[in-house]
């Protein structure tokens, strides 16, 4: 599972570098994307093995950039965990039916991001995710 490239968009350059890190200490190749259209040229192109954005993102939101890869059979089973401050249950309903696998409220646990990444990545690849020995909770973020 490590080594999968994951693809990042968020508006925060803070919010960027925190994931950077964090996904390249857990052994992830990451792939950064500007904006919404970013999003989907980068996705069509380097088929990463799951993507991560905020529903608020500049030229084409994330919500919208999720229902266009979702259209495509190349992009259409890449799992899309939306992380985003929008944290309202008609925001994550709207993330969810927009075609994310997932939805994370700002802010969050590093830990349970990474955690999430590893189901979902593990479902895409039609297997059962499995118990892991984690240790103690990390901070927010």
């Given at each position: 599972?490590?080594?999968?490239?994951?693809?990042?968009?968020?508006?925060?350059?803070?919010?960027?570098?925190?994931?950077?890190?964090?996904?390249?200490?857990?052994?992830?190749?990451?792939l950064i994307a500007s904006d919404g259209e970013d999003v989907c040229l980068k996705a069509i192109s380097d088929m990463p093995a799951l993507i991560l954005m905020d529903t608020?993102?500049?030229?084409?939101?994330?919500?919208?950039?999720?229902?266009?890869?979702?259209?495509?059979?190349?992009?259409?089973?890449?799992?899309?965990?939306?992380?985003?401050?929008?944290?309202?249950?008609?925001?994550?309903?709207?993330?969810?039916?927009?075609?994310?696998?997932?939805?994370?409220?700002?802010?969050?646990?590093?830990?349970?991001?990474?955690?999430?990444?590893?189901?979902?990545?593990?479902?895409?690849?039609?297997?059962?995710?499995?118990?892991?020995?984690?240790?103690?909770?990390?901070?927010?973020?």
């Open positions: 599972m490590q080594h999968c490239q994951i693809l990042v968009a968020d508006e925060s350059q803070q919010q960027v570098g925190l994931l950077l890190e964090a996904l390249g200490n857990a052994g992830y190749r990451v608020q993102l500049a030229k084409l939101s994330g919500l919208a950039a999720a229902q266009r890869l979702k259209q495509f059979p190349a992009t259409r089973d890449i799992p899309i965990i939306f992380v985003s401050s929008a944290g309202q249950a008609e925001d994550r309903i709207a993330g969810l039916q927009a075609g994310g696998s997932d939805y994370i409220v700002k802010p969050f646990y590093m830990e349970e991001l990474l955690e999430r990444i590893r189901i979902h990545l593990t479902l895409a690849r039609g297997e059962t995710p499995r118990p892991q020995d984690t240790g103690s909770a990390s901070g927010h973020t």
